[in-house]
């Protein structure tokens, strides 16, 4: 659970209770007691089964591991609004996220830390509502049962939320997720305008919104399609990854050298 860094882990319960000792103790203990009643520690050695069902879950949920923050934060975005989450039950969508929280604590941090030389425990996180419907609202309980699960059992992950293209429906559908949110989650959320490039590049992010359903060599005609106007968030990244759910299944090396415009 705390990967080598029992004392950081400490320090995310207590952010999460305030600094109150009883309160993060008490957090702490139903943390481990989930994972224990869960076997969450084999849960990536549990794969979605028959083989046509995870495809259908991991192609549904659009998410990528997009680069390094300056300070070496792992920055992962999320196609929220091309997401649809409506290939299987809500348990088969909830074992996914943690299997991909899971992938995230124990092998994307311990690869930054080693990356950088310094303990990196927290991610940021890029929000990309191109697409969102009011539809999306369906999901709202498999919304509040991922984002219980992340509040009481790792807290203290992401250290900002960047929401971009978020179009007029945005605003409707955030008023009824926003009560679903803890306090300090919501500080921690900023919803920037248009695609977010100015903001994002001061904050040296280099990110690929996550927009195309099958990640292979063949969206990159679609990704010039759709995000011509941002190529420069990774023109300077030698190396890019794309994960969908735990899995790596593409890798490119020399990045700049394949999407050219």
Known sequence: MHQGYPTETLIRFLK???????????MLV???????????????AKP??????????????????????????PIIAFGVGLSTYDKASVNY??????????YRDRVV????????????????????????????????????????????????????????NAPYVFS??????????QERTKKKIQVLQGCGRDELLK???FVLMLTIVTVTIKILPEFRRHYGN??????????FTFVQGAKVILKITDLPSVIST
């Open 109 to 164: 941090f311990p690869a930054a830390t080693k990356k950088y030389g310094k303990y990196i425990g927290t991610c940021l996180k890029v929000l990309d509502m191109t697409g969102l419907k009011l539809s999306a609202l369906n999901q709202i309980n498999l919304m509040t049962v991922i984002t219980t699960i992340d509040d009481l059992n790792y807290p203290e992950k992401t250290n900002t939320y960047y929401i971009v």
């Open 30 to 44: 139903e943390c481990l007691q989930w994972r224990i009643q869960n076997d969450i520690d084999n849960i990536l």
């Open 93 to 102: 969508y909830v074992q996914s996220h943690i299997q991909m929280n899971e």
């Open 48 to 73: 979605i089964i028959p083989t046509d069902l995870y495809r259908a879950v991991r192609d549904s949920q659009l998410v990528g591991l997009s680069g390094y923050s300056k300070e070496g934060l």
């Open 172 to 181: 409707a559908c955030w008023k009824v997720v926003r009560p679903l949110l």
């Open 16 to 26: 999460a209770r305030d600094w109150n000792v009883q309160k993060a103790h008490k």
């Open 230 to 239: 941002i190529c420069q968030y990774v023109w300077n990244i030698s190396s």
């Open 203 to 205: 904050a040296s992010l």
